[in-house]
């Protein structure tokens, strides 16, 4: 056989491969609709997904969601095909047969009839199979309306990475990418730069206190409310583009354009530690903590150890500003370090059925009081450290309103293709049962950072709990 009549062989069957139809369950490479379990090891190469990744991952879902039981799982369908047909569109690729089956409320007879549409939609699309299976999952998931429930997939790194190095244009803004994806509703304008870490940002001469205002011609509040052009501040690797902002700096009334292009960057590594302590003065110890990550807490109580040592503390500051959460084992081993004998939190089923969060009693008491810093960026792990000093009185927060992102802990669950799901089987309640999710934590001092105290280095919310840790000494 020549080489040309074996090339020719080739293609026909390449052109045979990528026209054939989707292969059924018996055939395909994942076991479709099996239970998902816990992670065991390390997940292998991610591979591809498909129908049966879907189906694995909305059975999961019903099964082990904390309101998975009573779930109307017709919205979950209806979310996924919204985005099939919205992706079809995108491509320019729209086919007669992307019509929604209807759904009866059986979930496994739904299942069935939208499985068979999707079936016969991606057959006359093959080339974009493996676009419309993430977009349909991601949908499914993001149906849940949950801010711990996600779909872990396609974790990329930028090429020449670095452990410890920064990505994304280069700065901070008052309103951060996990409060613009878990809880937008509570942004509050103006949208101003708060700090400048490297990269894109450094390099156009950024500063502190810069409001931005627009994102690629779009204004990032529109009658009070967040906009998704914020969203592009955001972005990860590789979806990251390109951003062109319009500033103002207060100071000077200048106004300018500028376009960031996202990149890595260097990050001050003072600034990834986890624990940051110092003393301020009239002996009053300061720490933050950017999340309550494996021996978090400790790490604090030593730190305030170390400042005790040859003088009288008058109290501490406890800053979780920017504090995105953790383990709430950790929130509650630091709150017994305060108090003792509390429940600290609930976590309860769907029927009511709770368990109960505690303080760890063989903690030492520091007997000392407490201030902590708050702000929107005080989320999961956090609030359940913050709605538990409030209720429990152990200290008062100062700042603003944390940022309504803690549905409950979320668990993770094997996909079929090594990718993962995760999301809460329990909801969370504050010490009181009351609902802080999509609500926040109130500040009792309510001091909020302005594009002019940034463009000076002021920190309001500190002086204030300084000074009411001087006042009750």
């Known amino acids: 056989m020549t080489v040309k009549s074996v090339a020719a062989g080739l293609a026909l069957l390449l052109a045979a491969a990528c026209t054939a139809p989707t ?20 997940p292998g190469a991610e591979t591809a997904t498909t129908i049966d990744v879907v189906e694995q991952a909305y059975f999961c879902i019903l099964g082990n969601y904390y309101s998975g039981a009573t779930l109307d799982a017709r919205s979950l369908l209806t979310a996924g095909f919204v985005a099939l047909t919205q992706e079809l569109n995108r491509y320019g690729r729209d086919v007669p047969e992307a019509t929604m089956p209807a759904l009866t409320g059986d979930r496994k007879a739904d299942w069935a009839a939208f499985e068979t549409v999707y079936r016969k939609v991606t057959d006359q699309v093959p080339g974009l199979r493996d676009e419309l299976a993430v977009v349909t999952l991601e949908a499914i998931v993001a149906g849940l309306g949950d801010n711990h429930a996600r779909w872990t997939h396609g974790s990329e790194r930028p090429p020449d990475y670095y452990d410890g190095d920064g990505y994304g244009l280069g700065f901070q803004a008052n309103v951060n990418g996990p ?107 300061y720490v933050r903590l950017t999340g309550f990550a494996p021996d978090a807490a400790n790490r604090v109580l ?26 709430p084992e950790e929130a509650d081993r630091l709150l017994s370090a305060f108090v003792h004998g509390k429940v600290t939190a609930y976590q309860c089923t769907v029927d009511g059925t709770c368990d109960t969060s505690r303080t760890d009693d063989t903690v030492e008491l520091l007997n000392l009081p407490l201030v902590v810093l708050t702000d929107r960026s005080c989320a999961s792990a956090c609030e359940h450290f913050s709605s ?40 969370h309640l504050g010490p009181h049962r009351e609902v802080i999710d999509r609500i926040g934590v109130p500040p009792d001092h309510y001091v909020r950072l302005t594009p002019k105290d940034a463009a000076a280095g002021r920190d309001p919310a500190l002086a204030k709990a300084l000074n009411l840790l001087r006042d009750a000494s």
């Not at 018996?26 to 390390?42: E, V």
């Not at 156009?204 to 206190?209: I, V």
């Not at 040592?309 to 920017?322: A, F, I, S």
């Open 23 to 42: 292969p059924p369950r018996s055939q395909g490479n994942t076991a479709a609709g099996t239970a998902c379990g816990q992670p065991q090891g390390s």
């Open 179 to 285: 409060q613009v994806d878990g809880n937008p509703g509570v942004a509050v304008p103006p949208l101003f730069v708060t700090t400048v870490d490297g990269g894109a940002a450094q390099a156009a001469g950024l500063r502190p206190g810069d409001i931005i205002e627009s994102i690629n011609g779009s204004a990032p509040f529109i009658d009070g409310k967040a906009t998704p052009a914020i969203a592009a501040l955001y972005r990860p690797y590789p979806r990251a583009r390109p951003v062109q902002l319009r500033l103002l700096r207060q100071t000077t009334g200048r106004r300018w354009t500028v376009t960031l292009k996202p990149g890595l960057y260097q990050q001050d590594l003072a600034a990834l530690q986890v624990v940051r302590p110092r003393l301020l003065k009239d002996d009053i110890a």
């Open 302 to 327: 030593k730190a305030i150890s170390r400042l005790r040592t040859g003088r009288t503390l008058n109290g501490v500051v406890l800053d979780l500003r920017g504090n995105g959460g953790g383990y």
């Open 388 to 427: 538990a000093v409030k209720d429990l009185r152990i200290g008062r927060l100062v700042g603003t309103r944390t940022a309504g992102v803690i549905s409950g802990p979320a668990r993770p669950y094997p996909l079929s293709n090594n990718t993962r799901l995760s999301f809460p089987d329990k909801h």
